[in-house]
C-alpha cells in the first residue's frame, strides 16, 4: 500500500470517526481502561516480585548458606520426666572443617553463631543478638560501618574481647554517649566496643528455613573469643521450666567463586553433610540455596504477571467487543455510505480497509492514551496509597498486617509491558474489526443503494 | 457509427428458490457515442434491472454486454468495481452523496478508487472544481449536503459523474425529487452535456423528461417493446 493511500484511509478513518465524537471517545474508553490495567496489573506484580527478588539478592546470589534447625520435638524427647536432657543439634565445627577442605569451588567458608543474649550497660538493658563471627561476616551481610572498625582476622588469633554493636543497640544501650571505647556486658561477659554498623534494613524471611533478620539488634564479637567463652552449652530459662541445648554453629556460608558451580555445589554440600549419620538422624540443617530462590521467585514472577496480566486482559477483551459492537451499528447505519462508495468504484477490499482503519485508529488512540495512562501508575498508586493511609485506616480498620504490606507495595512498571499492551490492544482493534469490516464489504451494492 | 455500449439477448433471472424471477428474458439494444436515450416502462417492467446491469452493479445472468469495445458481462466484483470506477457516471434520484463530505469532497469520491491509487493532485483538485463550476456550484464547494438544495445537491452528482471521464452516464429518474423549475435546470445540464458528446443513458417514467432524449426505449415485461425517436418540437 502506498504512504499517501494510507495517509488518506486514516484521515478518512478520522474523519468517520470525529463524526461521532462521543460515541468514538466512549468506545475508545474500554481499551484504555485495559490498555491501562494491563499495565497497572504488571506494574504491581513486577514491584512486588522485585521486592522479593531483592530479598533473594541480599542473601548473595553466589552464597549457600548452611543454617543450623532444631530438630522436630519428638526426636528430642522433651517430655516432662526429660527436663534435664541436654538437646544437642546442629552444624559442628567438624562439618566446618570437612566443608572447608572439600568444597574447592568455593572461595570462602563463613561459620557464625548467633545466640540471643542480655547485653547491659550501666542500667539499660536489652536483648541482644550475639553473634560470633569472622571478618567476612560483614561483607556478607551488606553491613556498613557508621564509627571505628569491624573484627580483624587479629581478633580471631588473639581471642580479643572486641565487640562492634549494632546501630539500634548503641541508641538503646548508649543514648547520645559515644560507645566507642566503652564496655559492654552481654550474657555475663564484657567486651570492649570498638565499631557501630549503620541501620540496615531487616531481611525477610525466605523460603521457610531461613527466618527473617533483624541486623539493627546484634552485638557482633569474634566467634573463637565467643567459643572459648561460652562453650558450646546454651541454657534457657523459660516460664519456670528449663532448657539446655548445645550446638555449635548456626550457620554456615560458603562463598563460591562461579555461578554455574552454585547449585552443583549445593547438592555435594547436602551429600556431604548427611555422611554424618548424626545430621541423617536429627535432620538439624538446612542448605539455602538464594540463586535457587531467585530462579524460584523468578517462575513465580511470570505465574503472578500471567494471572494479573490475563484478568486485566479480559476488560482489554470486553472493549474490544465494545469496539466490535459499535462498528457493527456503524456499518449498519452508514450501509448507504458504503452502496455509494460501491456504486463509484470501491473494491470490497477497500471498504475492509476503511472499515479496519476505523477500529485501529480507534484501539491503536485507544491504546496509546492508555500507555500514558499507565507510566502514571506509580504516582496514581503512590496518591491511592496517601488516600487510604490517611482516611481509610485513620478511621481503623485494624487489619494492621494488610496495611503494612499495602504500603509497602511498589509498583514497578515492566517496560515491556508498553509494547505489549499497546500492540494487543491494536490487535484486539483488528479482531474486533475484522467482522463488521467483512459484513461492510458483502453488502449487495443495490440493496445498499437503496437501504435508507 | 462507434458504439458506447450494446446488450445483446440480455438475460437475467432472480433464483428465489420456489420461484424463478425473469427480470430480462432477452435484451438487446445499442448505444451509439454521444446518444441520449431514456428508457421508459412501468414498475416491474425490467428497466431497474437493465440500470443496474449497464451500471456494472449487477451480472446478467447470460447474454454479452460490450462497454467501450469490452465484454464486462461476466467480470469478477473487483473488474466490475473498475468498471464502475471508470467507465461510467452514476446519477441517482435521490442524488446519494456522502453526507459528511462537502460538495468538493463529494467530487472527489470516484478519484480515490482509481485503479492504483494515485494520490490527487493540485491538476486533478482543480479539474473537480472547474466540474463543480460548470455545473453551476462555484460558491458552494464547501457546503455539506445538508446546506444544500435537491438541486443543487444534484448537481454534486452531476459534477462527480464527470470526474473520470466516463463511456456512459447513466441516470436513474435524475429529476425524480425535484420541482419542475429544478427539474428544467437539471435537464438543461443534461442537453449540454450531451451536445458536448457525453452518452446518457437515462432511466425515467416521466413523458416530458424522456421527451429531453433523442429516443426512448419502452420496457415490458422484461423485453423492449418498441422504440421511438419522435422529437418534442
Redesign the interface.
Known amino acids: 500500500m502506498?504512504l499517501?493511500?494510507l495517509i488518506?484511509t486514516i484521515q478518512l478513518a478520522l474523519?468517520?470517526l470525529m463524526?461521532h465524537k462521543l460515541r468514538s471517545g466512549l468506545t475508545m474508553l474500554g481499551i484504555v481502561f485495559g490498555v491501562f490495567s494491563v499495565i497497572a496489573m504488571l506494574a504491581i506484580g513486577e514491584g512486588a516480585s522485585q521486592q522479593a527478588q531483592d530479598q533473594v539478592l541480599e542473601l548473595g546470589a553466589m552464597n549457600i548458606i548452611i543454617r543450623s534447625i532444631k530438630p522436630p520435638e519428638d526426636t528430642g524427647q522433651s517430655g516432662g520426666g526429660n527436663r534435664s536432657r541436654v538437646l544437642s543439634y546442629g552444624l559442628k565445627w567438624t562439618d566446618f572443617h570437612l566443608l572447608d577442605k572439600t568444597i574447592k569451588t568455593k572461595s570462602k567458608a563463613i561459620p557464625v553463631r548467633e545466640i540471643v543474649q542480655e547485653a547491659r550497660h550501666l542500667h539499660r538493658s536489652l536483648n541482644v543478638r550475639l553473634v560470633g563471627c569472622t571478618p567476612e561476616y560483614m561483607e556478607v551481610n551488606h553491613l556498613e560501618l557508621s564509627q571505628g572498625r569491624f573484627l580483624t582476622d587479629e581478633d580471631q588469633q588473639q581471642l580479643t574481647n572486641y565487640a562492634v554493636i549494632a546501630h539500634e543497640t548503641a541508641q538503646e544501650l548508649y543514648g547520645i554517649e559515644d560507645p566507642v571505647g566503652s564496655s559492654i556486658l552481654v550474657g555475663g561477659a564484657s567486651y570492649q566496643i570498638i565499631g557501630v554498623t549503620r541501620p540496615r534494613t531487616a531481611s525477610a524471611a525466605v523460603g521457610g528455613s531461613l527466618s527473617g533478620q533483624d541486623y539493627n539488634k546484634d552485638v557482633y564479637v569474634p566467634l573463637e573469643t565467643l567459643r572459648s567463652r561460652m562453650k558450646d552449652l546454651v541454657i534457657r530459662v523459660s516460664a519456670g521450666s528449663f532448657s539446655a541445648e548445645e550446638f555449635q554453629l548456626n550457620q554456615i556460608t560458603l562463598l563460591i567463586k562461579k555461578r554455574e558451580d552454585v547449585i552443583p555445589t549445593s547438592d555435594v554440600v547436602r551429600e556431604s553433610l548427611l555422611l554424618d549419620p548424626d545430621h541423617v538422624q536429627k535432620k538439624d540443617f538446612a542448605v539455602v540455596v538464594p540463586l535457587e530462590l531467585l530462579k524460584q521467585a523468578d517462575q513465580l514472577r511470570w505465574i503472578f504477571n500471567i494471572v494479573l496480566g490475563s484478568i486485566a486482559a479480559i476488560s482489554l477483551v470486553v472493549g474490544g467487543i465494545g469496539i466490535m459492537n459499535i462498528m457493527l451499528a456503524s456499518v449498519t447505519e452508514r450501509t448507504?455510505?458504503i452502496?455509494?462508495?460501491?456504486?463509484?468504484?470501491?473494491?470490497?477490499?477497500?471498504i475492509i480497509q476503511q472499515f479496519l482503519m476505523e477500529t485501529v485508529v480507534l484501539s491503536g488512540i485507544g491504546g496509546i492514551v492508555g500507555v500514558l495512562l499507565g507510566l502514571s501508575t506509580p504516582y496514581a498508586f503512590l496518591g491511592i496509597q496517601w488516600f487510604v493511609e490517611a482516611f481509610v485506616l485513620e478511621a481503623g480498620s485494624g487489619d494492621s498486617e494488610l496495611a503494612r504490606i499495602f504500603s509497602d507495595m511498589k509498583p514497578q512498571i515492566a517496560y515491556w509491558s508498553l509494547p505489549v499492551a499497546f500492540g494487543i490492544s491494536v490487535f484486539i482493534g483488528i479482531v474486533s474489526g475484522l467482522y463488521p469490516a467483512f459484513a461492510a464489504a458483502k453488502l449487495d451494492?443495490?440493496e445498499a443503494?437503496r437501504h435508507e | 457509427m462507434k458504439l458506447a455500449a450494446s446488450l445483446h439477448d440480455l438475460h437475467k433471472y432472480y433464483d428465489l428458490g420456489s420461484v424463478v424471477v425473469k427480470a430480462l428474458r432477452g435484451v438487446s439494444a445499442e448505444f451509439p457515442k454521444g446518444d441520449f436515450v431514456a428508457i421508459m416502462g412501468s414498475s416491474g417492467s425490467g428497466k431497474s434491472t437493465m440500470l443496474?446491469v449497464l451500471?456494472g452493479?449487477?451480472r446478467a445472468t447470460h447474454g454479452d454486454y460490450v462497454l467501450g469495445g469490452h465484454n464486462v458481462a461476466q467480470l469478477g466484483?473487483?473488474d466490475l468495481?473498475?468498471i464502475?470506477?471508470?467507465m461510467i457516471g452514476?446519477i441517482?434520484q435521490s442524488y446519494?452523496?456522502?453526507?459528511?463530505y462537502t460538495a468538493l469532497e463529494n467530487i472527489e469520491?470516484?478519484l480515490?478508487?482509481?485503479p492504483g491509487?494515485p494520490?490527487i493532485g493540485e491538476a486533478e483538485r482543480n479539474r473537480c472544481i472547474d466540474l463543480g463550476e460548470m455545473v453551476g456550484l462555484g460558491d458552494r464547494l464547501d457546503h455539506r449536503p445538508y446546506q444544500l438544495s435537491g438541486g443543487q445537491q444534484q448537481r454534486v452528482a452531476i459534477a462527480?459523474a464527470l470526474v473520470?471521464d466516463p463511456e456512459i452516464i447513466l441516470a436513474d429518474e435524475p429529476t425524480g425529487n425535484l420541482d419542475s423549475a429544478t427539474e428544467e435546470e437539471i435537464m438543461a445540464i443534461l442537453d449540454r452535456l450531451n451536445r458536448q458528446g457525453r452518452t446518457i443513458i437515462m432511466v425515467t417514467h416521466e413523458p416530458e423528461v424522456s421527451m429531453r432524449a433523442k429516443r426512448r426505449i419502452h420496457m415490458k415485461d422484461g423485453l423492449i417493446e418498441r422504440e421511438d425517436n419522435a422529437t418534442a418540437t
Not at chain 1, 339 to 350: F, M, N
Not at chain 2, 96 to 100: A, K, R, S
Open positions: 502506498h499517501s493511500r488518506r474523519k468517520s463524526l448507504r455510505e452502496g455509494i462508495r460501491r456504486a463509484l468504484g470501491a473494491r470490497q477490499i477497500d451494492p443495490i443503494l | 443496474n451500471g452493479l449487477d466484483d473487483d468495481s473498475r464502475r470506477n471508470q452514476f441517482f446519494n452523496l456522502i453526507p459528511q469520491v470516484p480515490h478508487y482509481r491509487y494520490a462527480r473520470n
